[in-house]
């Protein structure tokens, strides 16, 4: 099965500020639409941010409330590869973060809905860790 890797996480202070990067196969990121989803312990999945499929909603990314003004999706085309800039990092946004890639609008109700469902549906990667201490 196709596979997506994420890296870049780290632990940093309040404040601080972090950028994520996802790698996946040429076909996954041309195909589907891509987004950011985390899971803090003991709790769901929350997607995070989106962008639409490469040639429908190129430029035009999606983000929950949680993150809307701190987190920035983006994609390098020529390297295939997704990243989350975090900026303004919060306690509450430690978790395990993940790229993942479903068929879809790649909107906020994409989001919801594959949050929902977790891994079980699309392409996920491992996950990087992300601790941000007070």
């Known amino acids: 099965q196709e596979q997506l890797m994420e890296s870049g996480g780290d632990s940093v202070q309040a404040g601080g500020s972090l950028k994520l990067s996802c790698t996946g196969s040429?076909?996954?990121?041309?195909?589907?639409?891509m987004g950011w989803f985390r899971q803090a312990p003991g709790k769901e999945y929350e997607g995070i941010a989106a962008l639409g499929r490469l040639s429908i909603r190129d430029g035009r990314p999606s983000y929950a409330d949680s993150v809307k003004g701190r987190f920035t999706i983006s994609r390098d085309n020529a390297k295939s590869t997704l990243y989350l800039e975090m900026n303004g990092l919060k306690p509450e946004d430690t978790g395990k973060y993940y790229c993942a890639a479903a068929p879809g609008d790649g909107d906020v109700n994409w989001l919801v809905a594959l949050a929902a469902q977790g891994p079980d549906l699309g392409h996920w990667g491992q996950g990087t860790q992300v601790t941000v201490s007070a």
């Open positions: 040429r076909f996954i990121y041309t195909t589907y639409p």
